[in-house]
């Protein structure tokens, strides 16, 4: 039996080698038959009960926030604890003090970053969740919290593995895990043309729509990969209710409506492996696209965000 399971702003669906303890793969195959409906929105720990979890939890301690749009907040936090990793796409479980609920969060930044800097960085929106909110309203530099990482949707290829192309599709703030993804693919690259070795990464196309420019986030950081390695990273930002001009720089990038089916068909090989994460009926959709367009069903892989 396969579960679908919520959580947070973002859900998740793992398999059951994932809930009897096996080691995972670098790539965990998700497919649209996973997908176990759920008619309320219940506490992320009650949904993400039998996910596998990292045993550390750590504190950390916000050292910087920002507003990264109107509905979302940027946060860095310092890890203390030297035990604490993450895979490219995981999340963590977001524990405050005084307040009873917990939170799960992607985390949007690369592991090199926590590395290299013992940062991690989370992009949170604004809803009424208590941890959303208190992140929102109350959080302030030096405030500390705990952290404890989980999640099966992840890239983490070994420096042997066969190459893959990657094409990440994302809507909203389930940009979170694919910029993970892709900074991290990022790091691989710079670390292959730098050294001569390790793993050797693909194209990488990032789909991404939102309702309007200011609600695409992480643009500059995006535009700014997409320039550095022009014939690796290759993006298109979609814009749904767009209402004021888009500026200069955006333009060659934008495209005015939704992510279109033949957009993503034209991308289809035998060496592509596709991430996706948004709103369940886009990640349904596309799923099911994909598998109707002969994709093997483990290079299909989904996070859900509610």
Same mark, same amino acid.
């Given at each position: ?9 973002? !859900? ?33 720990? =009650? ?20 507003? =990264? ?33 917990? *939170?799960?969060?992607?985390? +949007? ?7 290299? =800097? ?12 208590? %941890? @959303? ?5 109350? +959080? ?9 990482? *989980? ?10 593995? @066969? ?10 703030? !389930? ?22 070795? #390790?793993? =050797?990464? #693909? ?30 990273? @290759? ?16 333009? %060659? ?24 994460? *948004? %709103? ?20 299909? +892989? ?5």
């Amino acid at each position: 039996m396969i579960l679908g399971l919520l959580r947070g702003s973002v !859900g998740a669906i793992y398999n059951q080698s994932t809930l009897s303890g096996q080691t995972p793969r670098s790539l965990r195959h998700l497919t649209l038959t996973s997908v176990m409906k759920s008619k309320r929105k219940s506490d992320h720990m =009650e949904r993400t009960a039998n996910v596998v979890r990292r045993e550390v939890v750590s504190t950390a301690k916000v050292c910087g926030a920002a507003t =990264e749009s109107p509905s979302v907040k940027r946060l860095r936090l310092l890890v203390t604890d030297k035990d604490f990793s993450f895979k490219a796409g995981q999340w963590v479980d977001f524990f405050i003090p005084g307040v009873s609920v917990v *939170g799960g969060f992607s985390i +949007c930044s690369s592991p090199r970053l926590l590395e290299q =800097e013992r940062i991690i960085e989370l992009a949170v929106k604004y809803t009424n969740h208590p %941890p @959303a909110i208190w992140i929102h309203n109350q +959080c302030t530099l030096d405030s500390e919290v705990a952290l404890r990482v *989980g999640g099966e949707f992840f890239f983490d290829p070994q420096p042997m593995e @066969a190459s893959r192309n990657l094409v990440l599709i994302a809507g909203g703030v !389930g940009i979170n895990p694919l910029l993970s993804i892709l900074r991290h693919a990022a790091d691989l690259h710079r670390e292959r043309t730098n050294k001569g070795s #390790g793993y =050797e990464i #693909g194209t990488i196309k990032l789909f991404y729509s939102a309702k309007n420019t200011s609600e695409l986030l992480f643009k500059k950081n995006i535009l700014d990969l997409v320039n550095e390695f022009p014939e690796k990273i @290759a993006c298109s930002l979609h814009v749904t209710k767009q209402t004021t001009q888009i500026t200069a720089e955006l333009k %060659p990038y934008i495209t005015e409506g939704r992510i279109m089916e033949n957009e993503i068909r034209d991308h289809i090989s035998k060496d592509t492996v596709f991430y996706l994460c *948004g %709103p369940p009926p886009m990640t349904d959709f596309f799923s099911k696209q994909l598998e109707n367009s002969h994709v093997p069903k483990e290079h299909i +892989c989904f996070e859900k965000w509610w």
